[in-house]
């Protein structure tokens, strides 16, 4: 029975809950990871307990509540130190990344990102490489360097591609166009952004979609008036 909880709280921490958190079904999400983590402190179970922690973080985030986000990511990572699981620190340094971003916290941002950025490399994990780079590309971006940014956006495209993380290319996309925009390059932010529109349709992340449609309105906007 024992392993049994044990792989239900694996299955509703590692599946389940990520599956509802996308679908905005953060209740449903908060029961299964808070049973996941109860089984997981019973056995014992370190890289589970971080795992389950790492996504009641982004869960946490995904419900406005960035303290609890930021306690229950620092939790993980301890939790992943102390068994040196460098695959697991480096998914919680991403989480701690998107965290910093999205309060602006800038500075904190390319340090977590760029943590996790230097374990992938060094475990060829190329499909979660592709994904940090993108988002370095994106802190690099709103920091103003510009040059930069670039060069991480289509090194995170090319690895992408290798990686067959066709996933990943409206989110790159999405972020050239807010470079191309600030640049001023209007017609190829257009371009860029009515791409990521079609991908995030294909996807069927409804948020991104609405986001990417607002860009794609604003720049036509701006087109019109120039």
């Known amino acids: ?13 590692e599946c389940l809950a990520w599956v509802h958190i996308r679908q905005d079904r953060y209740e449903v999400a908060k029961i299964e990871l808070e049973e ?4 997981f402190q019973q ?3 370190l890289f589970g307990l971080s795992r389950a922690m790492d996504h009641s973080g982004v869960l946490a985030q995904a419900q406005g509540n960035t303290e609890q986000s930021k306690f229950f990511l620092e939790n993980a990572l301890a939790l992943a130190v102390q068994i040196n699981h460098e695959m697991e620190i480096a998914n919680v340094r991403n989480a701690l990344g998107n965290l910093a971003f ?12 760029e943590k996790a950025r230097e374990i992938r490399e060094r475990q ?13 590309g994106d802190v690099t971006r709103v920091m103003g360097h510009y040059t930069k940014a670039r060069q991480l956006y289509t090194k995170s495209r090319d690895i992408a591609k290798d990686a067959h993380r066709t996933d990943l290319e409206p989110g790159i996309g ?18 860029l952004a009515e791409e990521a529109n ?4 294909r996807l069927g992340i409804e948020a991104k979609v609405e986001e990417t449609r607002a860009m794609v309105e604003r720049l036509e906007g701006k087109l019109s008036v120039d």
């Open 43 to 45: 056995e014992a179970d």
């Open 198 to 201: 079609r991908g995030f349709q």
């Open 124 to 136: 060829r994990d190329l499909p979660h490489l592709a994904s940090t780079l993108c988002r370095l």
């Open 102 to 113: 999205a309060t602006q916290n800038y500075e904190d941002a390319w340090h977590q990102f």
């Open 174 to 191: 999405q972020g050239l166009a807010l470079l191309e925009e600030e640049l001023g390059n209007l017609d190829t932010a257009l371009l």
């Open 36 to 39: 996941a983590c109860s089984v």
């Open 1 to 13: 029975m024992k392993g049994n909880e044990r792989r239900v709280a694996w299955i509703l921490a």
